[in-house]
């Protein structure tokens, strides 16, 4: 049986045997509802339906929602069966802290009885998905910022920049700025990052962006009936990216950071990393995004800037699921290497194992 590869995010965990030229065959929302069962003492005309996050900003928050989630995913989903558990692979967030480590990796051989484990950076994995071990990944997900230099298939660790800012701020930005223009709208936080995705670009420079004043009006109907119009919001989410302080936060913009983090690796290593750059998450394949980060790269380096596009054979969706199917390739080799984690080692050596085996 294939080893099973899971992408846990803030906002979609996605799933999978290992077939790193197909989607995941799972992509499911990360929120949970709880539900109440037979005997709780809950008066049901007072209950309001209560929503779990056992991923919080990219790590894990709620070990039990998690580990109901993975028995979800694992033997529903995926068609584990009972006692005959495989091979698992996770991908690791940039700087995920040593304690949750270890504790998914405790789930994983004592809750779940997995034969094999292995765990991975999704900056490398990102990296592996479009055929590379050298580069830079700018990854902007729900909850998070992640920009990571690998080299030969290594997290520079001391250059690497988290910031806990992703797509689920995008869409409250969003949300504030179209309660302006709609001030008698009642929108859903759903809703709103449902025009996030279908209206939401960049504009062609900061300039560009000053002058969206007289864009296009567009009008759409919400599901409820009322009709709201969406004009220069659009731009604002995108903006808010090379912007911070749009958010309200005093930090350089997501190419300068780039550039930050990028300087701060032996210069001979500067070239490999600029010739090399992956963008990925949700937020990336924003309209206008790729060609808006290319033009301030090449304004903020003497040295052009080239982003890696996703080879023909990969599905479409890579820049989405990059870390995915770059563990799918990762595990076709760790796990027939015998370069993984066995129950024999766990119960030998305990959770630290991972740091010494997963790196």
Same mark, same amino acid.
């Given at each position: 049986?294939?080893?099973?590869?899971?992408?846990?995010?803030?906002? /979609?965990?996605?799933? %999978?045997?290992?077939?790193?030229?197909?989607?995941?065959?799972?992509?499911?929302?990360?929120?949970?509802?709880?539900?109440?069962?037979?005997?709780?003492?809950?008066?049901?005309?007072?209950?309001?339906?209560?929503?779990?996050?056992?991923?919080?900003?990219?790590?894990?928050?709620?070990?039990?929602?998690?580990?109901? !989630? /993975?028995?979800?995913?694992?033997? =529903?989903? /995926? %068609?584990?069966?009972?006692?005959?558990?495989?091979?698992? !692979?996770?991908?690791?967030?940039?700087? =995920?802290? @040593?304690?949750?480590?270890?504790?998914?990796?405790?789930?994983? *051989?004592?809750?779940?009885?997995?034969?094999? *484990?292995?765990?991975?950076?999704?900056?490398?994995?990102?990296?592996?998905?479009?055929?590379?071990?050298?580069?830079?990944?700018?990854?902007? %997900?729900?909850?998070?910022?992640?920009?990571?230099?690998?080299?030969?298939?290594?997290?520079?660790?001391?250059?690497?920049?988290? *910031?806990?800012?992703?797509?689920?701020?995008?869409?409250?930005?969003?949300? &504030?700025?179209?309660?302006?223009?709609?001030?008698?709208?009642?929108?859903?936080?759903?809703?709103?990052?449902?025009?996030?995705?279908?209206?939401?670009?960049?504009?062609?420079?900061?300039?560009?962006?000053?002058?969206?004043?007289?864009?296009?009006?567009? @009008?759409?109907?919400?599901?409820?009936?009322?009709?709201?119009?969406?004009?220069?919001?659009?731009?604002?989410?995108?903006?808010?990216? *090379? &912007?911070?302080?749009?958010? %309200?936060?005093?930090?350089?913009?997501?190419?300068?950071?780039?550039?930050?983090?990028?300087?701060?690796?032996?210069?001979?290593?500067?070239? &490999?990393?600029?010739?090399?750059?992956? /963008?990925?998450?949700?937020?990336?394949?924003?309209?206008?995004?790729?060609?808006?980060?290319? @033009?301030?790269?090449?304004?903020?380096?003497?040295?052009?800037?080239? !982003?890696? @596009?996703?080879?023909?054979?990969?599905?479409?969706?890579?820049?989405?699921?990059?870390?995915?199917?770059?563990?799918?390739?990762?595990?076709?080799?760790?796990?027939?290497?015998?370069?993984?984690?066995?129950?024999?080692?766990?119960?030998? =050596?305990?959770?630290?194992?991972?740091?010494?085996?997963?790196?």
């Amino acid at each position: 049986m294939e080893a099973v590869v899971v992408d846990a995010g803030s906002k /979609l965990l996605k799933a %999978g045997f290992a077939s790193p030229d197909q989607d995941p065959t799972l992509i499911i929302p990360t929120k949970m509802k709880r539900v109440v069962e037979d005997g709780d003492m809950v008066d049901s005309t007072t209950f309001e339906e209560v929503t779990v996050d056992p991923i919080v900003r990219g790590f894990i928050k709620d070990w039990d929602a998690m580990e109901d !989630l /993975l028995r979800h995913v694992l033997y =529903t989903g /995926l %068609g584990w069966e009972m006692g005959e558990e495989g091979q698992i !692979l996770f991908t690791d967030p940039l700087s =995920t802290p @040593k304690s949750v480590r270890e504790q998914l990796v405790q789930m994983m *051989f004592e809750t779940f009885n997995v034969s094999g *484990f292995y765990a991975s950076e999704q900056a490398v994995l990102s990296l592996y998905a479009v055929g590379r071990i050298s580069g830079c990944t700018v990854d902007i %997900g729900h909850g998070k910022i992640d920009i990571a230099p690998v080299c030969e298939g290594a997290v520079q660790h001391i250059a690497s920049k988290r *910031f806990e800012i992703g797509g689920v701020d995008l869409t409250n930005l969003l949300a &504030q700025e179209l309660q302006k223009t709609n001030p008698h709208a009642q929108i859903d936080i759903n809703e709103v990052e449902k025009l996030k995705e279908r209206y939401a670009c960049c504009a062609e420079d900061q300039s560009s962006f000053n002058n969206t004043q007289t864009c296009q009006k567009e @009008k759409h109907t919400l599901p409820d009936g009322q009709v709201i119009t969406v004009e220069r919001e659009r731009y604002i989410v995108g903006e808010a990216l *090379f &912007q911070p302080s749009i958010l %309200g936060i005093e930090e350089y913009g997501i190419v300068d950071q780039l550039f930050r983090s990028i300087s701060s690796v032996s210069p001979e290593l500067h070239r &490999q990393l600029i010739d090399n750059i992956v /963008l990925c998450g949700g937020t990336a394949s924003m309209t206008g995004f790729e060609d808006r980060f290319q @033009k301030e790269a090449i304004l903020c380096s003497f040295m052009r800037p080239s !982003l890696v @596009k996703p080879p023909e054979y990969m599905p479409e969706n890579l820049p989405k699921n990059s870390a995915w199917m770059g563990g799918a390739i990762l595990a076709k080799v760790v796990f027939p290497q015998n370069q993984h984690i066995t129950k024999a080692e766990y119960d030998e =050596t305990g959770p630290t194992i991972v740091h010494r085996k997963c790196f």
